[in-house]
C-alpha cells in the first residue's frame, strides 16, 4: 500500500465512522433497511470531480447512498418505472453547508471549481420540505 493510498483510506474511513449512522444526505436512506434493490451502500460522494479536481479532503466530500451517488453522476436511476431527477451540484453544495457545516469551505471548492454554482436547497430527498 502506498503513503497516498493510506491517506486517502483514512480520510474516507474516518468520514464514514462519522456520518453512516447518519445514512445518505440526501434521501436518508440508512444500511440495513429494505431497499428498493440491491445493491446498496453508503458511499464518499465527491462535490467536484474531474481529474486533477477531486480531492481526497473532508471539505470535498459528502455522503450519499449508491443510487444517489448515481444520480449525482448523472445516470439514469429508474424506481418503479419512474426515472428519478439527476441530483445537482449545487444541491450537494447546500447538503455540505447545512449538514457538516464546520467542513464547508466555499472558497477553498472554489479553488477546484471557479464558476461553482450557488447553494440550493434539493428539491428531492428528506430536506425538500424542510425549513431553513
Ligand atoms: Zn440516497
Do not use: Q
Not at 493510506?6 to 434521501?27: I, L, M, Q
Not at 445493491?39 to 479532503?57: F, M, N, Q, S, T
Request: contains cysteine.
Amino acid at each position: 500500500m502506498t503513503k497516498r493510498s493510506k491517506r486517502t483510506n483514512s480520510v474516507y474511513s474516518d468520514f464514514h465512522y462519522e456520518w453512516d449512522y447518519w445514512g445518505c444526505w440526501y434521501c436518508g436512506w440508512k444500511r440495513g433497511r429494505c431497499a428498493p434493490f440491491y445493491p446498496y451502500d453508503l458511499e464518499v460522494a465527491h462535490l467536484i470531480g474531474g481529474r486533477g479536481r477531486r480531492k481526497e479532503d473532508v471539505r470535498a466530500i459528502i455522503l450519499l447512498c449508491t443510487w444517489c451517488h448515481k444520480r449525482a453522476h448523472g445516470e439514469r436511476v429508474v424506481v418503479r418505472g419512474k426515472v428519478l431527477p439527476r441530483i445537482t451540484l449545487a444541491e450537494m453544495l447546500w447538503l455540505k453547508r447545512n449538514v457538516d457545516f464546520s467542513n464547508y469551505d466555499r472558497a477553498w471548492l472554489r479553488t477546484l471549481k471557479r464558476d461553482l454554482p450557488r447553494a440550493r436547497r434539493p428539491k428531492g430527498g428528506i430536506y425538500a420540505s424542510a425549513r431553513n
